[in-house]
């Protein structure tokens, strides 16, 4: 590590599916043999202090997803364990995030955006207080929207229930479409819904159908 090239912040990568394959194990090995400090950072996510352009280049090269600025845009979606690594999943929530992840991580949208799927109604992963939130039960996907974790926080409400994976994706567009076209720039979710209600988001919705 030379200190002289390192950069002024720390950086952090998403480990895709939050599954570290031998080759990223390999580099953080590495890196941390040469001084580097490797960050649990949450969300499926490793951080590294202090780092320079040539190591952000072998973390990519490795697999890590570089994480961007994303104050207006849609987070990586977090899960849970989830199939096929916990007994209690009633859905594939690793499948879904997959899905969703291909979909919307990265679009625009009025402020940021966390999305986060459990594979049943024990909600490891805390969907209920994330903007967007998914959980799995035995006959398909509950979905909310607006909950939020911070100090004036809550949890979503619904929007959807017993829904397959893809009537997910198809009520995201359109929970998306709305946001984006009735929000304030710089609104989380949760605000925009207390803002405008509950009734009027649906109605917006289906009016998109
Ligand atoms: S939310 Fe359910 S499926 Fe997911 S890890 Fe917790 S108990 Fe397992």
Do not use: W
């Not at 805390?126 to 398909?140: A, K, N």
């Not at 984006?180 to 159908?209: C, P, T």
């Amino acid at each position: 590590m030379n200190p002289e090239i390192l950069n002024k912040f720390p950086k952090s990568f998403y480990v895709p599916d939050g599954i570290l394959n031998q080759l990223q194990l390999k580099l953080l090995s590495d890196l941390s043999c040469n001084g580097y400090e490797i960050i649990l950072s949450g969300n499926s996510s490793v951080t590294i202090p202090k780092i320079d352009d040539i190591t952000k280049e072998k973390m990519k090269e490795a697999g890590f997803l570089d994480l961007p600025h994303m104050e207006n845009k849609v987070f990586y979606a977090q899960t849970c364990l989830s199939k096929p690594y916990c007994p209690m999943s009633r859905q594939d929530a690793r499948n879904l995030s997959k899905k969703i992840n291909k979909n919307f991580y990265g679009i625009n949208t009025p402020a940021k955006v966390k999305v986060s799927i459990s594979g049943c109604p024990n909600g490891c992963s805390e969907p209920l207080v994330r903007d967007i939130g998914l959980m799995g039960y035995p006959t398909g996907y509950t979905l909310t929207a607006g909950g939020f974790a911070g100090r004036n926080g809550g949890i979503g409400e619904t929007i959807a229930v017993d829904l397959n994976e893809e009537q997910v994706i198809e009520k995201l567009k359109k929970l998306f479409f709305v946001y984006k076209g009735y929000a304030n720039e710089k609104e989380r979710f949760y605000k925009f819904l207390r803002r405008v209600d509950l009734g009027f988001i649906k109605e917006k919705m289906e009016s998109a159908e």
